[in-house]
């Protein structure tokens, strides 16, 4: 930063704060048009958009990444990659160009070049779940069965919604009818259940596996001891819910929270609707205040896995996917998209709460 030279600093400092104020609020603004017009599939303006940032910021490695994302998706792999060699020269390290420049080597067949990059991502960054991913798809379209297993292990072991890709992607074709990738199933559908998912439904939404395979999965866990299976009264008919077993909960760990395996920590159903809603008055306030910070938090509770999350996905299927969808678009628009949809969001918890009313009196009958 500039010194001031003047014999009045006070004076001096003023336009030059406010010079790089207005390039930071400008460069961020452009930013964040940018990922809207992205968000709205429109790349080309996206892309024109970045490269106005860019103008203001060369180095500026959000918008690069996003500039190269998007001529990826329009098909300019030349275009991409050097966009991402670029990031490169910045930061060697940087592991998401890494993978993303995996992917450009990936379009056009180059499987072992792809598989060097995302292996450089994975050096960079050991938890980055999907180069890990890639990395498992590469391994297979290279033949490389035992290695890709592997890798595709680590990407779930690092994050279980990895498995939603894995068991249509068309990559694992070579490694598909391997015991060990048949496995990988039922690991997932363990980890889903120890992260608090605790029915088929909520299970299949989360891994995105076909419901079948998650039967034949929890029917194999069961069989090996490895989870129990309970029912639970939901309004007028029972479900079947399914916790770790108590041993293997002890070995490796649950979420907290959990429905059946920590039972000192369960409320009994009447507690749990009137605390979903409890919650449902504050985000209806929040909204009708037009708080944006506070509704998004209040969102939160309603997405959470270790808060009401579970029991949307269960009962409110629909509803969960539109509040999640209204956080993202409150992030990105501001208080012009929550004064635009606010009668919507009211209508809809006006709704779930009628069906709440109804649960609990079902409940004290």
């Keep these: 930063m500039k010194k001031p030279f003047a014999k009045k600093p006070q004076k001096e400092k003023m336009p030059e704060e406010t010079s790089l104020t207005n390039i930071d609020y400008n460069k961020n603004k452009l930013f964040k048009k940018g990922v809207n017009l992205m968000a709205d599939e429109k790349l080309e303006d996206a892309a024109r958009v970045f490269e106005q940032v860019l103008r203001i910021d060369p180095n500026h490695v959000d918008s690069l990444l996003k500039l190269g994302y998007a001529k990826f998706h329009l098909d300019d792999y030349e275009g991409a990659m050097k966009i991402y060699d670029r990031i490169l020269d910045i930061d060697v390290t940087n592991a998401e160009a890494w993978n993303l420049k995996g992917l450009v080597h990936y379009e056009k067949k180059n499987y072992s070049k792809a598989l060097d990059c995302v292996e450089k991502a994975i050096e960079s960054d050991s938890t980055y779940g999907m180069a890990w991913y890639n990395k498992g798809c590469f391994l297979s379209l290279l033949n490389q069965v035992p290695e890709s297993l592997e890798a595709l292990k680590r990407a779930i072991e690092i994050d279980v919604k990895n498995a939603r890709k894995a068991v249509k992607d068309k990559d694992f074709t070579n490694v598909r009818l391997e015991e060990g990738f048949k496995r990988i199933v039922e690991v997932v559908v363990l980890e889903s259940v120890r ?165 609990l009196r079902n409940e004290v009958a």
């Design 195 to 359: 992260q608090n998912y605790h029915t088929i439904g909520s299970i299949v939404w989360t891994t995105f596996i076909d419901k079948k395979e998650v039967e034949v999965a929890l029917q194999k866990l069961l069989e090996k001891g490895l989870i129990v299976k309970n029912e639970k009264k939901q309004a007028f008919h029972k479900i079947d819910v399914y916790d770790l077993a108590p041993e293997m909960a002890e070995k490796i760990g649950t979420e907290k929270k959990g429905l059946l395996g920590v039972k000192k920590r369960l409320p009994s159903p009447i507690k749990n609707l009137k605390e979903l809603s409890l919650a449902i008055q504050d985000v209806r306030s929040s909204i009708e205040e037009e708080d944006i910070e506070k509704t998004i938090n209040n969102f939160d509770l309603f997405i959470d896995s270790s808060k009401f999350g579970p029991q949307m996905i269960e009962q409110f299927f629909e509803e969960h996917r539109e509040i999640r969808l209204w956080k993202i678009r409150l992030k990105d628009k501001g208080i012009d998209y929550l004064r635009e949809n606010k009668q919507k969001m009211l209508t809809l918890f006006d709704n779930v709460e009628a069906v709440i009313t109804k649960m």
